[in-house]
């Protein structure tokens, strides 16, 4: 059994990683910890864990020692606060994985200017590894440490990946119209996240300067070998989870539905966790929620010269928890799939 | 006091046109028809009119004879049957007002194309007004006959028509991302709108190929004086009203938000249902629902060169019955506002 | 032209009464004011009001000399506060209108022993009066103080009034069930109040001691002219705005739901507010949100010799501020529907 | 591997039974059917197992030969229909659990009555088995057919049983009032299921005269050994999953909350899927959902004499699907908990 740690465990994405262990057949939840929520049981802030045998578990205090028995540790804390726990964790041999942004740049420059703080680790991001497993599986196997990527990159990298790395298309510029369950905000109370202004609501935010626009940007110019720009536009809907990311581009080289479709099916053949859905399919985030999978739909306008790209996930599975989970899986040596195989729940 | 029927009052449009008319203070309904629901109370098909002194008021059968001492009747039937009605209705020297498609086009061929049926009162389209009072005042106040505006277009073309008229960029196409609530898919239970189906999804439909892609090339080529394309993905979003439009178009001469900003405040000076929402202002659907307000932001990003515009209105009502009464309004000669001068309700 | 003061205007209820008020004919918004909103513009803190000429009225602080202009002044204030508000406003001459709990008891140690304070101003209470205009119109009428009923007390009061004031049934114990949307917990962002911990959960909350007890108890043992005990089980329940309360009592005297309904149709008969559904006729939610009605039905269950009443509005608008207007309507000599006489809205 | 039939797949309920199935380490779904969607996959009609390998199954016709090969067959099918499949599977030597009403009562007189049709096979509900786990185990385990109960009987008999059984009150009255989400009213469209008609909005519904009144009524008389009877009030609320019960019940022997709290903790200890959840603890839908567990609460009023019984669960699974797969495993000889132990799923 491998010991497993979790720092940040209070929030919706530390949450579902416990959730997850906990139900993993190879792992063992040494340790959680939490600023806020010290010595309580994690029964008492996820009244979901009410009544199973794991729900009386104590939270400990965000303390590295508290974690000297743990082989791997998830950190779901703020940015910055994972730069200041990784290497003591690294020091000690540890394996991490954060779920934030401190570790997903290779470039320390364009994290400092998107997240607007000085990086305290920066000697670490070279050796990091971008926790995207259907574009960087082999180097996730041999990481330490990894830079668990953002609900929206995931979605958007997911849906454009086949063709920003088989060079079919030209591209250099992305539209991406993306929107997202609530869940994706945090736990944190506010003014803007409570029911009576949220539901029957939807809205756009962030506009242009959204802090994943530059993870995007990154992935995308590697993965196409040139400069790729994303425009990217996230809305909030009135909904617990679920993401869906709406992508357009221009098409440069003729190509048909039926043509990238297959594309796509052939560059994600094998892969668990990711469907291409033919035409007339469509995805919807009601049948990814639950799931680590995120569902995919192609269609060109030839009227337009338009390529539209429709990706759905769960944006704390697949987007978050889920994929990190994946990651765990793959840097321990086990099945990719364990403690994640789970269908959707209808309705 | 203005004499008015309503054909097809048991729909989600026809409702809301009855729900104003009953509160606006020139205006009596005299005939309140429907297919399916004849002789009923209005009461018994909206509950929310329920102990108010209209709610007894009985639905006749769709017959053109019922409505003979109207003054305008409103048709908010499905295409192809306003088509069949109005003809009589006209001759008999009364104004008509359709929520439907059947008179949006000036042009039989784009209908017939992409409705997939005859047009069998095509000689009427040359005389039918597009009802979208902010572009074509001037030709509703004289019309007898008026093809109101789709929502989609409706929430497109508010949020293009400074842009598109000014010829402030040259625009080819425009990338609309539209989200809507369910009661904009009408009230027919089907499967796919049981609740427990919709809550907590959000997908895409009618991808490339839905009809309100020729609408709005139809009028934004007339406001631009050249062809303009349309690239439209409509979404299905788990709330009941509102409808949010994110627009994109490639910026061809610099301009800057705040110049934008200032086009359209200037270009929509005066209008009683359009604000413009200047930096860091942003739309949002509760804001506007219950309401005939229509809320649009800008903003532009030049490391992208991209143009963004929000649009945000309620579905059914700027985008289908509160659009229609405005219509009557400026036929009739009243104050434009008459019955349509709400404020939003919070929460 | 009747000059009228808010305060408390930020929070759902006081927002409320604004809405209304903007929409009165007879009433002028002299003053709104806030403790933590002050010198920002009503469309700041509402976004309903964007784009509407009273969107730009100032708010200002709480100090009862901002209210010196006004003949009026709804408190919509935490309890406590009005208490400390209302003497001085009284003493100027004007009239209040308490929308929280501080002048709803005739009995000072009932308030003082349910809401753990001391009365500030408890040589107040012999005068106020309890704001329920069905229940006690002409009292109202004659009133320069109103204590504004609770949301709860109004549904369960005017759900069993004929029946406890006709003495059909000797009443001494109602059981009374009650949901509520999530607006009547407040405006205040609260961990149990993020959209995400609320959607899709139902929870009870406040049993056996919730402060509406108190509050329901003291009016319906002065309607039934003996001690009447009240079992209070509110539920919170993923909707914005409504409440139903499901009232249960023991029959003691033979009756058919006919006759009960005859009974509360004869009783009600001419109020404009409320509406007695005879059978098979149901309340809900939706068909009374956005207005000041209340639908009330009723069954007797002769097999296990109980009587049911369901009895539903809108805790915002006759549960508070919708009622807190009919006040003042009757106080101030105006057609007491006057700004409030509404249909619903559907859907 | 126990190979299992779903007869009826297509509905929320046999669906659910699959999902869980799918997952269940000593079961093979060998075959599933449905009346309407013969040969589609389930995939089709369950877009949450699109990716997953099960997603391909083919849906067979409703022909008790096409379950030739199952050891034990689950009907989830409209009452009636069961009644005429059930009789051909037993004599083929296999096991039935029927999610309806067929084999739930011992009384044929009861059934006819309230569910107003003739039994077509009565003679099998001698040995029927109501298949409630808490309360008749050891019948379970021996039992070829099961009655699987309905979702509001479990939650009330559930919160119930304790003091019905143990004799602690003399109970002649349960008034028990419940609310459930909308995936109870089943996966056909109808036009009250309708999401812009639900959303916002809560009724009560079937009052009186619930099917279910009947079920409860046979089973609570059989374990208090007396005549209990029920005033039910079932209410719809506009969330998916998810069922709550508010029972009331006269206190006739003096009782704290601290030592009836004792009682449940005492009668349910061991129990894996009942919780008991002491002051001030309180149960709420979000925590059960996805589960098969009951969590439950207890509070006295001594004021009052009231005692208020408090019961969550969810509707499809402890409701439905999760509890016949817990009959399933004990008929079986397996561990009660086998595929059914998760936690639930925060937020």
């Known amino acids: 059994m491998i010991k497993v740690g979790i720092i940040g465990v209070n929030g919706y994405a530390g949450g579902?990683?416990?959730?997850?262990?906990i139900h993993h057949p190879e792992v063992e939840v040494a340790a959680v910890a939490s600023r806020s929520q010290t010595n309580r049981s994690v029964a008492d802030i996820f009244p979901s864990l009410i009544g199973h045998k794991t729900?009386?578990?104590?939270?400990?205090?965000?303390d590295v020692q508290e974690f000297s028995g743990c082989d791997l540790v998830f950190l779901a804390v703020p940015h910055g606060v994972a730069a200041e726990l990784a290497p003591a964790l690294l020091e000690q041999g540890k394996k991490v994985i954060d779920l934030g942004a401190d570790f997903r740049f290779r470039d320390v420059g364009v994290y400092e200017a998107w997240y607007g703080v000085k990086h305290s680790a920066a000697h670490y991001l070279a050796e990091a590894v971008y926790g995207l497993p259907e574009l960087y599986r082999e180097r996730i196997k041999g990481a330490r440490l990894i830079g668990n990527p953002g609900c929206y990159p995931t979605s958007i990298l997911l849906g454009t990946a086949p063709?920003?790395?088989?060079?079919?298309?030209?591209?250099?510029?992305?539209i991406a119209d993306s929107k997202s369950g609530v869940s994706g905000?945090?736990?944190?109370?506010k003014p803007d996240l409570h029911y009576a202004e949220v539901e029957g609501s939807l809205k756009a935010y962030g506009l242009v300067r959204h802090r994943h626009v530059a993870e995007i940007e990154e992935v995308a110019s590697d993965l196409a070998g040139?400069?790729?720009?994303v425009s990217f536009t996230p809305h909030l809907v009135p909904m617990v989870r679920g993401l869906f990311s709406t992508i357009h581009l221009t098409m440069?080289?003729?190509?048909?539905?039926?043509?990238?479709?297959?594309?796509?099916?052939?560059y994600y053949r094998g892969e668990p966790f990711v469907s291409i859905l033919p035409e007339p399919g469509l995805p919807q985030t009601k049948a990814v929620i639950y799931t680590n999978n995120c569902h995919i739909s192609l269609r060109v306008d030839p009227r337009t010269k338009q390529i539209i790209i429709l990706s759905a996930l769960d944006n704390l599975l697949k987007g978050a928890a889920g994929q990190a989970v994946q990651n765990m899986n793959l840097m321990c040596g086990l099945d990719e799939t364990l403690g994640l195989n789970y269908t959707g729940i209808w309705p």
Chains 1, 2, 3, 4 share one sequence.
Do not use: C, F, N
Not at 163 to 174: A, D, I, K, N, P
Not at 252 to 266: G, H, P
């Open 55 to 62: 729900g009386g578990m104590r939270i400990v205090a965000v």
């Open 163 to 174: 063709l920003l790395q088989r060079g079919l298309q030209e591209v250099e510029l992305l």
């Open 185 to 189: 905000a945090g736990r944190s109370p």
């Open 16 to 21: 579902e990683v416990l959730r997850l262990l």
């Open 226 to 229: 040139r400069e790729v720009k």
């Open 252 to 266: 440069k080289e003729e190509i048909t539905t039926e043509e990238l479709t297959r594309v796509y099916q052939d």
